[in-house]
């Protein structure tokens, strides 16, 4: 497995120029708090995540990007075959 640098300044620019619904404080409060339990049991089980892991996941929470679009902005950039250079989740107008 070839394993692909993240670019966190370039992938931060992406994300900013992205449409979606940010999360509120609360909101972003309780990701944090899953975030870090997911984490812990990451440890527990032996699979670390590495500083660039834990960096980008850090970058995903100060841009209050929802949970459920993190792996889809992830595969968009460095998934197998992936060929995009711009995630594009649902347009916020276009959710409720």
């Known amino acids: 497995m070839t394993i692909i640098p993240i670019d966190l300044p370039a992938l931060r620019a992406q994300v900013r120029a992205m449409d ?5 404080a609360a909101e972003m409060e309780q ?8 984490c812990a049991n990451l440890a527990i089980e032996g699979m670390d995540l590495t500083i660039e892991e834990h960096a980008m996941l850090a970058m995903f929470m100060e ?8 792996p889809q902005i992830i595969l968009s950039l ?17 959710r409720p």
């Not at 990701?31 to 339990?37: G, P, Q």
């Not at 209050?64 to 993190?70: A, D, I």
């Open 31 to 38: 990701w944090r708090e899953a975030n870090a339990e997911a």
């Open 20 to 24: 979606y619904v940010r999360g509120t």
């Open 78 to 94: 460095y998934g197998k075959g992936s060929t995009s250079t711009a995630p594009a989740p649902a347009p916020a107008s276009a």
């Open 63 to 70: 841009e209050g990007v929802p949970p459920s679009l993190v």
